[in-house]
């Protein structure tokens, strides 16, 4: 076994401290990974504050990991030490089940292992996450980074950017289409940059008038301040599509009166419940769906997508001793628009 520096919440709540784990060996498939940066997410505040369900402690957060590959496995035919790669949301899958054969890893229905606060295939073995110095994968759900992208930068595609991307695509979202990003925070930014690359008309659907400048100089071809006391019945019915990023409750509903007829909104956004009305998806047979991250190939193709279009996240790196204060940052909205952390700055004892 490998002993790891790591940063962990010892129990629901509790703050991020050093924390030492153990990563396996590399198997004959397995890759070690030396991690540089890793993106922190909203869904690390949520397990790591037991919002979802009771969650595995301690917990090491992180699934938008990027790194070096320091060894490999004496069956890896994919990587070799020195590629610049990166590790999502998830590490593992049935590889058995219709979703994980249709590339669709994510919705895997014999046990997908999530890169932290899940259990390995063993059924016992708990997955530490990406506030740490290495990880061990399986070759098969490594991604390559494109080598022109800033790898601080890149990190947050891992996750804010396969989540976005997935359902631009899956929902065929076209040039031209009018796109409405709800959220501007580390998923909304991504979405605004990908909905943009892909030739959409965006629009940005804001709580308060704060982050105008910042949308349009993200991409956005609008915005709205959804505070503003007109802002949903000025808006009816403007728009092809509309993705739904925010993590607090909010009113469905009233977004939803904002398709075009025939039009989906998806939520990738997991607050906690609120209620829906059957009213505005009757009212214009409008369809509400939900997507969860993308699968390998996909990210895959995410990722080689913005090398293209050098489309990366707007970040605020910190050292690993910053996190407790940039979480509470994140929860009130004050992050622009994505913290990553140097793991170089974690201590190694
Ligand atoms: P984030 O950076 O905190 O962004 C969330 C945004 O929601 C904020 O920037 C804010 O945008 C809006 N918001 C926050 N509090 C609000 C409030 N009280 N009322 C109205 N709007 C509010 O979070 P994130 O990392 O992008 O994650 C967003 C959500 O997606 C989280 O629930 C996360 O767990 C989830 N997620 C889902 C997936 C998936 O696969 N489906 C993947 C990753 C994350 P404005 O200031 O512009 O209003
Ligand atoms: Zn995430
Ligand atoms: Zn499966």
Avoid at 198 to 207: D, F, I, N, R, W
Avoid at 321 to 334: G, K, P, T
Wanted: net charge negative; proline share 6%; aromatic share 8%.
């Amino acid at each position: 076994m490998l002993k790891t520096p790591a940063y962990a919440a010892a129990a629901p709540k509790s703050p991020l401290a050093p924390f030492a784990i153990e990563r396996r060996e590399p198997g004959p498939k397995d890759v070690l990974i030396d991690i540089r940066y890793c993106g922190v997410c909203h869904s690390d505040i949520h397990q790591g504050r037991d919002e979802w369900y009771p969650g595995i402690f301690p917990m090491v957060p992180g699934h938008e990991i990027v790194g070096t590959v320091a060894r490999v496995g004496t069956e890896v035919t994919k990587w070799k030490p020195g590629d610049t790669v990166g590790v999502g949301c998830f590490v593992d899958s049935c590889r058995a089940c219709d979703a994980c054969r249709d590339g669709e890893e994510q919705y895997c229905g014999g046990g997908l292992v999530f890169t932290y606060n899940g259990l390995e295939r063993d059924g016992k073995t708990p997955t530490y996450g990406g506030y740490s110095a290495h990880i061990t994968v399986d070759q098969d759900y490594v991604l390559r980074v494109p080598g022109n992208l800033p790898l601080d930068a890149a990190a947050p595609l891992l996750c804010a950017g396969i989540t976005t991307y997935s359902p631009l695509r899956h929902f065929g979202v076209q040039a031209g289409d009018r796109v409405a990003v709800v959220g501007l925070g580390g998923l909304g930014h991504m979405g605004v940059k990908i909905a943009r690359a892909m030739g959409a008309e965006v629009t940005v659907l804001s709580h308060s008038p704060r982050k105008r400048d910042d949308a349009l100089r993200l991409g956005a071809h609008d915005f709205v301040a959804t505070s503003a006391g007109d802002a949903f019945t000025a808006n009816a019915g403007r728009f092809d599509f509309i993705l739904d990023t925010v993590s607090a409750p909010h009113d469905y509903n009233a977004y939803l009166g904002l398709l075009k007829r025939d039009r989906t909104m998806v939520l990738v956004g997991v607050p906690e419940p609120s209620l829906l009305s059957a009213f505005p998806l009757v009212m214009g047979r409008r369809r509400l769906a939900g997507s969860l991250i993308g699968g390998i190939a996909q990210t895959q193709e995410m990722l080689d997508f913005c090398g293209q279009h050098g489309v990366v996240s707007d970040i605020e790196l910190i050292a690993v001793q910053q996190i407790n204060e940039a979480w509470d940052r994140v929860v009130a909205s004050d992050v622009r628009y994505r913290f990553v952390i140097d793991l170089a700055t974690l201590p190694r004892g």
